[in-house]
């Protein structure tokens, strides 16, 4: 990482649950945005996914995307930790501005990026190691420092998966089910002490019981981390989120477009209560998409 990377990215964002944080930050960290996309458009080649996206992501809370398939969530939710960059083809333009600097800034270090702002994805993806490898990867490879048996039972005690696996740590992640796997996945992404936890769709390969268990740890993990996530799910979205946005796709067919734009973001009542745009009502009502 360079030199100005590491003043700006540390001194401007310390992770939520820094200890050095200092009164003054916390008290102005509570009332602010983490994100704030001004303009964003995605571009696959010639193809335009996403456009003008201009919207802000409130610190310590969920927020939801959703709308039809191929509106654009997943391609959005990856501007904001610059996993688009890992797709060749992928352009995005406009500004991610993450605690007052913008992701995209020639500076700015994308492998430090991911690890203020992780990801978890719609199928558990375990390393092929023991559940305590897993854990203890992510802060062996950011050289964090303190105890590696503490911070993985913080990160799983975090992630409500601690009872279950204080007994088999050494074996291997692939032996827990799928909902464990998962746990573990969000335990590995706060392992790293983030500031932002992504998840697209984490819960779509869940039964609902366990489901339900990742419903009740995104709403108490809400306290420490900012939470995006996409899901299919309207109950979920209606439950869990605090803000949620609705995206659908504009198809052209003069121009054969289909492209993804934002419709309406607001709080996750007003969405599911008395949305402003027909669209939005005729999505959460089942009349479309
Ligand atoms: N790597 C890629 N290369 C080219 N086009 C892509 C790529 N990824 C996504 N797209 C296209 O971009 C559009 C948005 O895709 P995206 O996956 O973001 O939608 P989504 O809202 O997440 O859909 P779903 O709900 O089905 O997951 C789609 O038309 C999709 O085909
Ligand atoms: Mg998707």
Redesign the pocket.
Known sequence: MNQLTEQTLVTVTLPESSPERSGDAANRADDDSVFSLRGVNVH?GS?H?VRDITMEIPRRQITALI?P???????LLRCFNRMNDL?T??KVSGSVIYNGENLYDSYVDAVEVRRRIGMVFQKPNPFPKSIYDNIAFGPKVNGIKGNMDDLVEQALRDAALWDEVKDKLKQNAYGLSGGQQQRMCIARAIAVQPDVILMDEPCSALDPIASARIEDLMTELKAQYTIVI?T?NMQQAARVSDRTAFFTVEVDEARSS?T?ILVEFDTAQRIFTNPSDSRTEAYITGRFG
């Open positions: 696959y193809f996914a709308g398939s191929g509106c654009g969530k997943s391609t797709i083809t992928a996409v299919h289909r993804g």
